[in-house]
Every structure is written in structure tokens, then in C-alpha cells.
């Protein structure tokens, strides 16, 4: 059984052409064809009928229509407008679970995303987004990622399409080269727990990159010592520790620190009180060691 009727060249393009359109490069348009990945994406997602799915990049909605009648509702957001007539087309079957905002997924908030869903007026349905579901745009796909968990505490998972490389920074471990601060900021709220890739030939046109779908389960982080979950204060506070501690990823992490403003005087006191060496290079500790880092240390001035 299909997944998608439109995850084939033969129907991608018939609709693009009754709507004389055609692919735009500006914006990353690559359009799924492979409705076997898709069947792939929806097993990793597991969607329900209490989920409400924030989607970034629709297109003409290859992804939506597959994941329409297994959600409760499905919130798009389309930067091109030229798209909004193909999606009341495409996702019409199921237009009463299907809300779209267009516009700039970076200025979209989980609040306007829940007032989207609440004006389908499904009943019994909480309209707070429960899981990220998306081929995303490759230029702005890791900022919605963790931008995302950041800002929507009601996201549960997120489920999504990134260049390969991207993917491998998702889930790179401390000591290897792809480990950096986007990497540990990311661990401060989720853990990669799926993963597959996929090909440029499934996609019209190909991209010249290799893909991966990568599934992010939220996990809290905790203080290591106490096992209490970090408040947003605190998740903030270690997400700033984090960038400084990369700021300068060749230099060792006490300098890293003090060319961000930190004095080295605390640093100091802060290195021995939590146990972490200051010749040691940011990409050689493990998350708990910048979560008790930053538990010893104040932010400087301006951070």
C-alpha cells in the first residue's frame, strides 16, 4: 500500500506542471519520490491520533498527505507562496486536520502554531505541536532543530530529513572530530535514537548531497550530581557555557573561555570544583561535564 501518491516522479511532476511551477534552488526544493522512504519516516515517527505535526517545507506535499491520516493534525509552514494553491489541492482529502501558515518557519512560534491547529476546531484535540516531522531545507535545517526543542517544550520527538553531514553532527559523540557546540547544546534537550540514510536519486531533481533521516527523542538533561532536571534557566546558562567553551575549538578550554569574556581566575576555581582539566580541548568532555562547568561559573557581562 502507498504511503504518498505523490512519492513518484510521474505524479511530483504532473502537479507541478497543472500549476506551471517548477523547482526553486533559492529555497532547497528537492521533492521526495521514494515512497518506501517515506513508509520509513512515518515508521520512525509513530504518529497518533492525540499528535499534532509541526512540518517545515511541505512542498507540494508529498510528506503531508502520508502523515494527514494518521495524526490528529498536521501544521505546515511554506516559505513559497506559489505552493499554497498546490497544498489546498494536494491535502484536501483530509483539509479538517490540516492547517498551513506561510511564511518564515525561523519566525513561527509554538504559541502561533497551536492557534493555527486550535482554528481547525477538532474536538478534544490539544493543539500544542507533539512532534517536528519535515524534509527540511538544508540551508536553515539545523537552527529549526534546535531551535525548535529550545522553544517548544511540547515537542516530543522530532523526525527529520538533513544533509548527511548535518546528520553526522547530530549525532557525534565527544572526541570525534564532527563533536561541537551545536552537538552539545543539542544534547542539553534530546538524544538521537533512529537513523537511515538516503540517496540523492530519490529525490527530482537530485541534490548534490547525500541525506539522512534522523529521529530526536527529548530527554531532559539533568544535574549530574542530584539527577534534577535542568530548569530553562539553567539549560540556557549551559547552552552559553557550550559556546564559549568552542568559541576557539584549537585552543584549550580555559583560553577558549577567557577570550569570551570569562575571568581566569573563576575559570580556574570552576575547573577544579567540577573536575574538568583546563588544557583539555572542548570536544574531549562529555555534556555532564559542561552542565556542572556551568553550575560553577557566572556568566560575564553582555553573555
Known amino acids: 500500500m502507498a504511503h504518498s501518491w505523490l512519492a513518484n516522479v510521474r505524479e511530483t511532476k504532473a502537479v507541478l506542471e497543472d500549476f506551471g511551477l517548477y523547482t526553486k534552488h533559492r529555497l532547497g526544493q528537492n521533492f521526495l519520490v521514494n515512497d ?53 489541492e494536494t491535502c484536501a482529502k483530509d483539509s479538517e486536520r490540516f492547517a498551513l501558515i506561510m511564511g518564515d518557519a525561523l519566525k513561527v512560534d509554538g504559541q502561533r502554531l497551536a492557534e493555527a491547529v486550535l482554528g481547525l476546531e477538532i474536538e478534544g484535540l490539544d493543539p500544542a505541536p507533539t512532534k517536528l516531522v519535515s524534509n527540511l531545507p538544508y540551508q536553515v535545517a539545523a537552527t529549526i532543530i534546535l531551535r525548535s526543542l529550545q522553544t517548544i517544550p511540547s515537542l516530543s520527538r522530532e523526525v527529520v530529513m538533513v544533509q548527511a553531514e548535518v546528520a553526522n553532527r547530530i549525532a557525534a559523540r565527544p572526541g570525534t572530530r564532527a563533536f561541537g557546540a551545536y552537538t552539545a547544546k543539542l544534547a542539553l534537550y534530546g538524544e538521537v535514537t533512529g537513523r537511515f540514510e538516503v540517496g540523492p536519486g530519490n ?37 552559553a557555557v557550550i559556546d564559549a567553551a568552542f568559541a576557539q575549538k584549537r585552543k584549550t578550554i580555559r583560553n577558549s573561555m577567557a577570550s569570551s569574556g ?10 577544579e570544583r567540577a573536575g574538568v582539566s583546563p588544557t583539555a580541548r572542548a570536544e574531549a568532555l562529555e555534556l555532564s561535564d559542561f552542565i556542572t562547568l556551568a553550575a560553577r561559573l557566572e556568566l560575564p557581562e553582555g553573555r
Open 262 to 271: 570569562f575571568d581566569k581566575a573563576a575559570l580556574d576555581a570552576a575547573f
Open 36 to 88: 518506501d522512504v517515506i513508509g520509513k519516516i512515518l515508521d520512525l515517527a509513530q504518529l497518533g491520533e492525540k499528535d499534532v505535526v509541526f512540518e517545515v517545507g511541505p512542498g507540494v506535499g508529498t510528506l503531508t498527505v502520508a502523515m494527514l491520516p494518521l495524526a490528529g493534525a498536521v501544521c505546515s509552514v511554506e516559505a513559497d507562496r506559489t505552493l499554497e494553491p498546490v497544498l489546498a
Open 203 to 239: 529525490f527530482m531533481p537530485p541534490p548534490h548531497v547525500d541525506s539522512a533521516v534522523v529521529r530526536i527523542d527529548r530527554r531532559p538533561a539533568v544535574d549530574p550530581q542530584t539527577g534534577e532536571v535542568l530548569s530553562p534557566e539553567r539549560l540556557a546558562h549551559a547552552a
